[in-house]
Structures are given as structure tokens and as C-alpha cells.
């Protein structure tokens, strides 16, 4: 079994940064991929930024050169560092894995995901 759990999330505002940190207990390797989705009010879940079992990342436009995934095997936990955050980034942020091998076609991709964190709130003020 695997548990995400998210952490991390806060009220900023505009321009400032944020660390959030994903925590995956249980079984903790093997993942084909590990990811970041957010979902504002009243809008579907869009992915944020991905990372295969390589290293290769991946990127939404709307915040490539803000935002940076990197994980820390030593303490199964992946991060997403969040630089001049803007009032449209704030949502619900969840990360995400699968062992599953669609998710290298489509990282950014919520179908291709299995495991699911229970989400942690942005919230950037202008």
C-alpha cells in the first residue's frame, strides 16, 4: 500500500515562495513517475509538474521558471519549490505516483496516476 501525505501549504502573497513537501509512506520505490497537480475552485485538476523514474522533468507552462519538483530518495519525500508566486497559482496542490508506465507519455496527466495525497491549500494574495 501507498500513502501520500502533503505538507506545506499557506497564505502568501503575490510574488513570495513556497516549499510544499510530500511524504510517501509504505511501499516507497518503484514508482514510474511522481508528480504535482493543483485544482482551483470551480476548475479541473491540471498537473503542475512531473518527474520520471530517470530524473526527466516536466513542466506546465504556466509555471515553468517558477516552480522546481525534486524528491530526496533518503527520505521519500518529493518536493515542489514554488518562486514568485502569482494570485492564479492559488489552489488545492496534491502530489501524486503510479507505478503504472502510461504516465511517460503524459506526465502532467491525472489518469495516469493511481496513488493520491489528500491535498494541501495555496493561497497567494495580491
Known amino acids: 500500500q501507498v500513502q501520500l501525505v502533503e505538507s506545506g501549504g499557506e497564505s502568501v502573497q503575490a510574488g513570495g515562495s513556497l516549499r510544499l513537501s510530500c511524504v510517501v509512506y509504505?511501499?516507497?520505490?518503484?514508482?514510474?513517475?511522481m508528480a504535482w497537480f493543483r485544482q482551483a475552485p470551480g476548475k479541473e485538476r491540471e498537473g503542475v509538474a512531473g518527474?520520471?523514474?530517470?530524473?526527466?522533468?516536466r513542466y506546465a507552462d504556466s509555471v515553468k521558471g517558477r516552480f522546481t519538483i525534486s524528491q530526496d530518495n533518503a527520505k521519500n519525500t518529493l518536493y515542489l519549490q514554488m518562486n514568485s508566486l502569482k494570485p492564479e497559482d492559488t489552489a488545492i496542490y496534491f502530489c501524486?505516483?503510479?507505478?503504472?508506465?502510461?504516465?511517460?507519455?503524459?506526465?502532467?496527466?491525472?489518469?495516469?496516476?493511481?496513488?493520491w495525497g489528500q491535498g494541501t491549500q495555496v493561497t497567494v494574495s495580491s
Open positions: 501524486a505516483t503510479t507505478w503504472r508506465g502510461d504516465c511517460y507519455a503524459d506526465t502532467l496527466a491525472s489518469m495516469a496516476y493511481n496513488f
Open positions: 509504505g511501499v516507497t520505490s518503484g514508482f514510474s513517475c
Open positions: 518527474m520520471l523514474a530517470a530524473g526527466t522533468t
